[in-house]
Nanobody
């Protein structure tokens, strides 16, 4: 069974930093592309950053230069380093992957940036 467990969210002031982690089990992690998504009430879940199995990365325009996605295959974990946080970064952050023909999501971790 594929499981994704996010951690590292919290409350931070504008300009602060947080590091999110997503621990993955039940799949051959090194073969999986991974993504971090963000959702706020009333809006669709949006892709924030993604990383391929070969560690190529992609970012939403709104976070380029501030967020960094990385992966540690030995720990089956993907990270999202978030710097220079803004109130508009507030939301629930979800980890995502596709494996065995299915899409999997974690339960999410709340990030709140106060102004």
């Amino acid at each position: 069974q594929v499981q994704l467990v996010e951690s590292g969210g919290g409350l931070v002031q504008t300009g602060g930093s947080l590091r999110l982690s997503c621990a993955v089990s039940g799949t051959i992690f090194r073969l999986n592309a991974m993504g971090w998504y963000r959702q706020v009430p009333g809006k669709q879940r949006e892709l924030v950053a993604s990383i391929t199995s070969s560690a190529s990365t992609n970012y939403a325009d709104s976070v380029k230069g501030r967020f960094t996605i990385s992966r540690d295959n030995a720990k089956s974990t993907v990270y999202l380093q978030m710097n220079s946080l803004k109130p508009e970064d507030t939301g629930v952050y979800y980890c995502n992957t596709r494996a065995y023909g299915f899409e999997y999501w974690g339960r999410g971790t709340q990030v709140t940036v106060s102004s």
